[in-house]
C-alpha cells in the first residue's frame, strides 16, 4: 500500500516517551469551514467568517473561491471576509479541486448563481472510495442535468434554474446533505430532504443559511425541509470549535500519561468521544467548553463500532486504534465506513504493536504495548494523526512523512506540539 515518497515535502520528527502537559485552545471546525465558504456564493453581499482554522484545506477553498472571482481578505488567519459578488467562473481550478474533496460543495452554488459547473473529480482522502452519488441525486432531483463527461470531469447544467424538490437520500452522505441543503436555498419553493445527516456541522450549516434568510426546520434531524429562492444576505459568524481536533488531542495526552486541557468544543459535541474513553478508563471530564483529561491507565473494551451521528465518529477510528495500542486487554475496532484507515494503521505492526487486521472494515488490537519508533508515512490526515499520537507514545524516534498530510486538518500542529512538550523537529527537503 506504501507508494514513492515525495522528498520535496516535509517529515516531523518525534522523540517519543515524554508526556503532553499543558493547555490548547482548538480553532474552528474543519468541516463547518467548508460548507460555509461555500455557502458564501449564494449571495453578492459580503460575508464574515471568525473562528476560522488555519489549515492547509481552508486555505484550498479560499484559492478556489479566488479563482472563481470572489474577493476574500485575512486568508491564513481566523477571520475571512468573503465577498463573492463578481464571482464569474464555473469551472474550478482542476488541481486544486484535485486536493480537496469537498469542492464538491461548490456545484449547488455555482448552479444557482451561473446554471452551469464543470468540476474535475474531487480529491483528498480516498477519493476512489468516496463516490458522488448522493449529491448527483441531489443535484439531479433539483433539475440538474449531468452532460457527457469532458476528460473525466463532471458537467452540470440548471438552465431553468434549480427547483425544489422531495428527495430521499440513499446514503445519510454529510456532505451530500450539505450538497443538497446549498442548493435548496437557492430553489425556490420548500424541499424536504429525508435521510439527513445529522452531524454538529450540517447543523451549522443550517444555521448559517437560515441567518442569510433562507428558512429551514429540522436542522439535527434526519429530516430537513428548507424554504429557499429568496434574496440571501451577507452575514457573520463565528465557527464552533472542532470537537474532532479536540478529540484528538485528549487521545495524544492519553497515550503518553500526560494531563491536558482542550478549551472550545462544545461538550455536546464531544460526547460520542467522551462516552468511549470512559468506557476505556481514561479519567477525563467535560463542561461546558473545556475537556480536561488527566493520567490514566487504559482499559480495553469488547467492541469500538463507529456510526453517523450521534454514534462514534469515523474520524476518530484511527486515534482510538493508537490509544487500544496501550490499553490492558483485547479490542475488536470496527470501522464500517472507510477501510483505508485501518489499512494505513498497519504500519503500527512495525512499531511493535499487537495488531491483527481482519478485512477492510475490523481490526483487533491487543494491549497494552511498548511501541518503537520507526519511519510512516501519512497515507490520509487522520491516521497521520494516529501515527504522530503512537510516536509521541514511543521509545526512540520517529520520522512522519509528508507533514503536510496532517496539517490539512490540525491547524499550527508543531507549534502546538512544541507547547504541550512534545521533543520533536521537522526536516525539510
Given at each position: 500500500m506504501t507508494g514513492p515518497v515525495d522528498s520535496s515535502l516535509t517529515s516531523l520528527v518525534v522523540e517519543g516517551g515524554h508526556r503532553l502537559e499543558g493547555r490548547i485552545d482548538v480553532e474552528g471546525n474543519k468541516n463547518a469551514a467548508l460548507p460555509l465558504l461555500a455557502a458564501c456564493l449564494l449571495t453578492e453581499r459580503t460575508c464574515v467568517l471568525t473562528n476560522v482554522?488555519?489549515?492547509?484545506?481552508?486555505?484550498?477553498?479560499?484559492?478556489?473561491?479566488?479563482?472563481?472571482?470572489?474577493?476574500?481578505?485575512?486568508?491564513?488567519?481566523?477571520?475571512?471576509?468573503?465577498?463573492?459578488?463578481?464571482?464569474?467562473?464555473?469551472?474550478?481550478?482542476?488541481?486544486?479541486?484535485?486536493?480537496?474533496?469537498?469542492?464538491?460543495?461548490?456545484?449547488?452554488?455555482?448552479?444557482?448563481?451561473?446554471?452551469?459547473?464543470?468540476?474535475?473529480?474531487?480529491?483528498?482522502d480516498f477519493p476512489a472510495r468516496r463516490t458522488l452519488s448522493a449529491h448527483l441525486q441531489a443535484l439531479e432531483a433539483m433539475g440538474v442535468r449531468r452532460l457527457p463527461e469532458s476528460g473525466?470531469?463532471?458537467?452540470?447544467?440548471?438552465?431553468?434554474?434549480?427547483?425544489?424538490?422531495?428527495?430521499?437520500?440513499?446514503?445519510?452522505s454529510v456532505t451530500g446533505t450539505e450538497t443538497a441543503l446549498l442548493a435548496a436555498?437557492?430553489?425556490?419553493?420548500?424541499?424536504?430532504?429525508?435521510?439527513?445527516?445529522?452531524?454538529?456541522?450540517?447543523?451549522?450549516?443550517?444555521?448559517?443559511?437560515?441567518?442569510?434568510?433562507?428558512?429551514?426546520?429540522?436542522?439535527?434531524?434526519?429530516?430537513?425541509?428548507?424554504?429557499?429562492g429568496g434574496s440571501l444576505t451577507g452575514v457573520e459568524h463565528r465557527l464552533g470549535g472542532d470537537y474532532i481536533e479536540a478529540g484528538s488531542w485528549a487521545v495524544a495526552a492519553a497515550v503518553t500519561g500526560g494531563e491536558i486541557e482542550v478549551h472550545g468544543a462544545a461538550a455536546g459535541d464531544l460526547e460520542p468521544i467522551t462516552s468511549v474513553l470512559r468506557r476505556m478508563a481514561v479519567d477525563c471530564d467535560v463542561d461546558d467548553d473545556r475537556l480536561w483529561l488527566r493520567p490514566s491507565v487504559p482499559e480495553a473494551v469488547r467492541q469500538i463500532t463507529t456510526a453517523p451521528w450521534p454514534g462514534f465518529p469515523s474520524d476518530m477510528v484511527s486515534l482510538i486504534c493508537v490509544l487500544a495500542?496501550?490499553?490492558?486487554?483485547?479490542?475488536?475496532?470496527?470501522?464500517?465506513?472507510?477501510?483505508?484507515?485501518?489499512?494505513?494503521?498497519?504500519?503500527?505492526?512495525?512499531?511493535?504493536?499487537?495488531?491483527?487486521?481482519?478485512?477492510?472494515?475490523?481490526?483487533?488490537?491487543?494491549?497494552?504495548?511498548?511501541?518503537?519508533?520507526?519511519?510512516?508515512?501519512?497515507?490520509?490526515?487522520?491516521?497521520?494523526?494516529?501515527?504522530?499520537?503512537?510516536s509521541l507514545a514511543a521509545t526512540g524516534t520517529s520520522r512522519i512523512h509528508p507533514l503536510e498530510t496532517v496539517e490539512r486538518g490540525y491547524a499550527q500542529l508543531v507549534e502546538r506540539l512544541l507547547a504541550l512538550g512534545a521533543r520533536i523537529d521537522i526536516e525539510r527537503p
Amino acid at each position: 500500500m506504501t507508494g514513492p515518497v515525495d522528498s520535496s515535502l516535509t517529515s516531523l520528527v518525534v522523540e517519543g516517551g515524554h508526556r503532553l502537559e499543558g493547555r490548547i485552545d482548538v480553532e474552528g471546525n474543519k468541516n463547518a469551514a467548508l460548507p460555509l465558504l461555500a455557502a458564501c456564493l449564494l449571495t453578492e453581499r459580503t460575508c464574515v467568517l471568525t473562528n476560522v482554522p488555519r489549515i492547509k484545506d481552508v486555505q484550498v477553498m479560499a484559492d478556489l473561491l479566488l479563482g472563481l472571482g470572489a474577493a476574500i481578505d485575512g486568508v491564513g488567519t481566523t477571520t475571512l471576509r468573503v465577498d463573492c459578488g463578481q464571482v464569474t467562473g464555473d469551472v474550478p481550478d482542476s488541481d486544486l479541486v484535485g486536493r480537496l474533496r469537498g469542492s464538491v460543495l461548490l456545484c449547488g452554488p455555482l448552479l444557482a448563481r451561473l446554471g452551469r459547473v464543470r468540476l474535475a473529480p474531487p480529491g483528498g482522502d480516498f477519493p476512489a472510495r468516496r463516490t458522488l452519488s448522493a449529491h448527483l441525486q441531489a443535484l439531479e432531483a433539483m433539475g440538474v442535468r449531468r452532460l457527457p463527461e469532458s476528460g473525466g470531469d463532471f458537467v452540470l447544467e440548471a438552465p431553468g434554474g434549480l427547483r425544489p424538490a422531495s428527495l430521499y437520500l440513499e446514503e445519510a452522505s454529510v456532505t451530500g446533505t450539505e450538497t443538497a441543503l446549498l442548493a435548496a436555498a437557492a430553489a425556490p419553493g420548500v424541499s424536504e430532504i429525508r435521510h439527513a445527516a445529522c452531524e454538529p456541522h450540517v447543523v451549522e450549516l443550517c444555521r448559517f443559511l437560515t441567518r442569510m434568510g433562507a428558512e429551514v426546520e429540522g436542522a439535527g434531524t434526519s429530516t430537513v425541509r428548507i424554504a429557499g429562492g429568496g434574496s440571501l444576505t451577507g452575514v457573520e459568524h463565528r465557527l464552533g470549535g472542532d470537537y474532532i481536533e479536540a478529540g484528538s488531542w485528549a487521545v495524544a495526552a492519553a497515550v503518553t500519561g500526560g494531563e491536558i486541557e482542550v478549551h472550545g468544543a462544545a461538550a455536546g459535541d464531544l460526547e460520542p468521544i467522551t462516552s468511549v474513553l470512559r468506557r476505556m478508563a481514561v479519567d477525563c471530564d467535560v463542561d461546558d467548553d473545556r475537556l480536561w483529561l488527566r493520567p490514566s491507565v487504559p482499559e480495553a473494551v469488547r467492541q469500538i463500532t463507529t456510526a453517523p451521528w450521534p454514534g462514534f465518529p469515523s474520524d476518530m477510528v484511527s486515534l482510538i486504534c493508537v490509544l487500544a495500542t496501550q490499553a490492558r486487554g483485547r479490542t475488536l475496532i470496527h470501522d464500517w465506513m472507510y477501510e483505508l484507515r485501518l489499512f494505513a494503521l498497519e504500519q503500527l505492526s512495525g512499531m511493535s504493536a499487537n495488531l491483527f487486521l481482519c478485512d477492510p472494515h475490523r481490526m483487533i488490537v491487543d494491549g497494552p504495548a511498548a511501541l518503537t519508533g520507526r519511519t510512516l508515512d501519512s497515507r490520509d490526515l487522520r491516521s497521520g494523526m494516529a501515527l504522530i499520537a503512537a510516536s509521541l507514545a514511543a521509545t526512540g524516534t520517529s520520522r512522519i512523512h509528508p507533514l503536510e498530510t496532517v496539517e490539512r486538518g490540525y491547524a499550527q500542529l508543531v507549534e502546538r506540539l512544541l507547547a504541550l512538550g512534545a521533543r520533536i523537529d521537522i526536516e525539510r527537503p
